[in-house]
């Protein structure tokens, strides 16, 4: 097997086409996460993307999208936004997890979403988690009706807030994929409101990050997708959702409602119809990403795993890497669990940055 790193705007159609087949045939690389257009997209934005190729002869057989950073440290592509992580690779192949570090110029590389299907990268996990998911195979109607018989007084209490946000506003409608990018603006006005009020990094702080959802909104691919979704009151947008499909997979990324209609669960109801929808065009799963959010709980059929973690060299300069992580990871639980640290760590974060307009 053979290695070679590129840069993602390096990749010419015939990677772009081989990687599509490898994550066309593994349902469990079917997030648009794991396409080569978020690869692509991430590539504009970030100098630290790269992808490398792994080739058996003159075939490929695998892709590893990544970052490099200093002291060769690698985080998956675009770190901090990505909810899937992992490497594309045939049905059955194996990889030397040491051999593939190398070729990267990598001492070690750290993960936080890991897929299953990643036995070599498995033997660095230190933590398991889980994502929830909405399994839509068997169609919308069969969901509802197993929501219903699991929390039949919840379905009921939705129904009556839909009923009072149409007395109140006018009646319901979605639109399953907007394309004006002033609607895109909106849900960044509201989720970076929401991010502030919840005492959260605003991620739209970052002018990289807003370009970053923009380039991908006009993303059209078997694989990846862009798909801004919009709950109407009337004509008025109560809750939107911007995230990313495949043919088999919705990935639930950035929901967001208007405060002034929160006493309606506007967000709720968008998910119920966005799954709908979703289902109505042969996706199969709903992926709402990691998180134990009540309604996540309340909502998803199921749990996909996923694993955090790292893996190294094993050299010294990794031990050192890893133990510098580990005392960043006890830094961040000690902010984390002080309102007074966490109030300064947020105000500088957010200062630093020019606020979304």
């Not at 648009?32 to 190729?53: E, I, K, M, Y």
């Not at 190294?312 to 510098?324: D, F, K, M, N, S």
């Amino acid at each position: 097997m053979t290695v070679t790193v590129l840069t993602p705007d390096r990749l010419g159609a015939a990677d772009i086409a081989a990687w599509k087949a490898l994550q066309q045939a593994t349902p469990a690389l079917a997030s648009p996460f794991l396409s080569p257009q978020f690869t692509l997209a991430v590539g504009r934005h970030r100098p630290t993307a790269r992808v490398a190729v792994l080739s058996e002869g003159s075939v490929p057989v695998g892709y590893f999208p990544y970052e490099h950073h200093r002291l060769g440290l690698g985080l998956p592509i675009g770190s901090g936004l990505c909810d899937v992580q992992g490497l594309v690779h045939a049905p059955g192949l194996d990889w030397d997890v040491r051999a593939l570090l190398r070729a990267c110029g990598l001492r070690l590389w750290r993960y936080d979403h890991l897929t299953t299907g990643q036995r070599p990268f498995d033997s660095g996990v230190v933590r398991r988690s889980v994502s929830p998911v909405i399994d839509l195979a068997s169609g919308y109607e069969a969901y509802a009706g197993d929501l219903r018989g699991r929390s039949p007084a919840r379905m009921r209490q939705l129904e009556a807030k839909e009923r009072r946000l149409t007395r109140s506003l006018g009646e319901t409608s979605l639109v399953f994929e907007e394309a004006a990018l002033e609607r895109l603006d909106t849900l960044i006005r509201w989720k970076s409101a929401q991010y502030r009020a919840k005492g959260q990094v605003d991620l739209f702080a970052k002018p990289s990050v807003v370009a970053l959802l923009r380039g991908l909104m006009s993303t059209r691919s078997a694989t990846c997708t862009g798909t801004l979704s919009t709950l109407y009151a009337g004509d008025r947008p109560v809750a939107m959702h911007f995230g990313l499909r495949s043919g088999r997979v919705l990935q639930y990324w950035f929901p967001a409602y208007d405060p002034e209609a929160a006493r309606f669960s506007p967000g709720i109801l968008l998910l119920l119809r966005m799954a709908e929808a979703a289902a109505a065009r042969g996706l199969e799963r709903l992926d709402l990403g990691k998180g134990d959010e009540r309604y996540k709980q309340e909502m998803k059929t199921g749990d996909l795993p996923l694993g955090e973690g790292w893996v190294t060299l094993g050299t010294l300069p990794a031990a050192l890497r890893r133990a510098q992580m580990a005392s960043g990871q006890k830094v961040r639980a000690m902010v984390a669990g002080s309102p007074a640290l966490r109030r300064i760590a947020l105000r500088a974060v957010n200062t630093r940055q020019p606020a979304v307009r």
